[in-house]
């Protein structure tokens, strides 16, 4: 079974310009989150779609951060202008319904320096 | 609002030492736990799940975890840990039941098994 893709795996960008990151869920899952994993700490839920909408997006920072998942399945997460402080990595799952088991991608680990 | 605390942030033992790393969530009401674990450079992947039945769950590689709902806790062992159980252990719940939301992470443990 194949799982979670992301890429890029790495990106390095300076402050104040923009990144996009990319997810592809495992085939059939309506559910799929955007987690932020800073360092040292465990990933937090930026965003979560069932199907093409969102469910919570409590805490995703809307000034700078937007997310799509055009079609229900593929999904992009963009930061613009990205800060310091957004240096993390990016960690997209998906699940077949929203409160199961998630299943992880390997993440994008993102530097702004 | 639920929160995860994982109170062991680095855990060194020796193998074959038994392991057990402390879980407490706060949320009243039904919840799922899951312990995942995240070796060196791979991704996050489910070492067990709870979410209803005999409290005592088992997981993959010997390891298990016992829900006690008294105490808001969901505590990981294994008795006898090996050199290749060196990750990051993270704690999680979810609202159970119509909640269907994300997971909440604690912050992680991360252990390291001497051989």
């Known amino acids: 079974e194949a799982g979670v893709a992301q890429s890029p795996r790495y990106k390095i960008i300076e402050k104040r310009q923009s990144v996009a990151f990319w997810c592809n869920p495992i085939s059939g899952h309506a559910t799929l989150y955007w987690y932020q994993q800073i360092l040292g700490q465990g990933p937090k839920l930026l965003i979560q779609f069932q199907n093409n909408g969102v469910v919570d997006d409590s805490q995703l920072p809307k000034d700078r951060f937007s997310a799509e998942r055009l079609k229900g399945v593929d999904s992009t997460l963009k930061i613009q202008p990205a800060k310091l402080e957004d240096s993390a990595v990016y960690l997209c799952?998906?699940?077949?319904?929203?409160?199961?088991?998630?299943?992880f991608g390997p993440g994008t680990r993102l530097t702004v320096l | 609002a639920q929160s995860v605390s994982q109170h062991n942030h680095h855990v060194i033992l020796s193998e074959a030492a038994s392991l057990e790393l402390g879980c407490n969530y706060s949320y009243g009401g039904t919840v799922n736990l899951f312990w995942y674990v995240q070796y060196p450079g791979q991704h996050l992947q489910l070492l067990l799940k709870y979410f209803s039945g005999d409290p005592l769950v088992k997981g993959i590689k010997g390891f298990e975890a016992e829900f006690i709902k008294s105490k808001f806790s969901f505590n990981l062992r294994k008795p006898s840990v090996q050199w290749s159980d060196t990750a990051e252990y993270f704690c999680?719940?979810?609202?159970?039941?119509?909640?269907?939301?994300?997971?909440?992470f604690g912050s992680g443990t991360r252990l390291q098994v001497q051989p």
């Open positions: 999680a719940v979810n609202a159970g039941g119509a909640g269907r939301r994300a997971l909440t």
């Open positions: 799952a998906s699940s077949l319904e929203g409160g199961g088991r998630e299943f």
